[in-house]
């Protein structure tokens, strides 16, 4: 079975820096997608960034960007030029492509404080 | 359109209640689900409904019932429920695991906040 692994329960960051959010993850499988959710507290959980699995080039969002690393099955979160409004808990989240279901596997989250 | 909606946004209820909780898309998904989430944890699969028909169950109390009418509405019935219970319930679309050549990622709608009394 499948588990992602986010090590780093709650982060801090001074604003416009940049901060760094780990994610590890456990798969047999080759082919699967890799995600980004942000829960701002009380508000909704978006889609920030995606990843395929057979794309060597790491997805870029604005200031959002991720290291993909396959062979050692770790997707770390960038997010540079840190602004208040990124404050939030942050989900990493993986999806096997042409599965049995639909799951998606969350990690526990790493709440990310920005420190004005 | 990107949004998924629910209603209601907060829902008090007594133990010996009936209730729904409802969700609505229109982004032509075909995969609909239902999660709890407890305060600072993940979200909890509970249901998935695939082309309209449940596809997962994942061991959920029978005090809460899914149904899907069509492709685009979802709701969860909720009856004789627990202290426990209170959590926020959020609904997610995506497009099936069986769509090739889709990216599968689930898109949120704000949720309901469910507190039981």
């Known amino acids: 079975a499948q588990t992602v692994t986010q090590s780093q329960p709650e982060m801090s960051v001074q604003e416009a820096e940049t901060v760094t959010l780990s994610c590890t993850y456990d798969?047999?499988?080759?082919?699967?997608?890799l995600f980004w959710y942000k829960q701002p507290p009380s508000r909704q959980m978006i889609l920030v960034i995606r990843q395929e699995a057979y794309k060597q080039q790491n997805a870029t969002e604005n200031r959002f960007s991720v290291n993909f690393q396959k062979a050692a099955k770790s997707f770390s979160l960038k997010i540079s030029d840190s602004q208040l409004g990124d404050a939030a808990m942050y989900f990493c989240a993986y999806r096997s492509e042409g599965g049995r279901d639909d799951k998606i596997i969350f990690g526990k989250g790493t709440r990310l404080h920005i420190l004005p | 359109d990107t949004e998924v909606t629910q209603t209601p946004k907060h829902l008090v209820m007594g133990m010996t209640n009936k209730k729904s909780l409802k969700c609505e898309q229109h982004m032509g998904h075909r995969a609909m689900y239902w999660y709890k989430q407890k305060a600072k944890k993940p979200p909890e699969l509970m249901f998935v409904y695939s082309y309209e028909k449940l596809s997962i169950n994942e061991s959920v109390p029978s005090r809460f019932s899914p149904e899907c009418p069509n492709s685009s509405l979802l709701n969860l019935h909720l009856h004789a429920l627990q202290p426990e219970d209170s959590a926020l319930y959020l609904c997610a679309s995506s497009q099936p695991q069986s769509l090739s050549g889709s990216s599968y990622e689930q898109y949120f709608g704000p949720g309901t906040r469910l507190t039981v009394t």
């Open positions: 798969t047999s499988e080759s082919d699967y997608y």
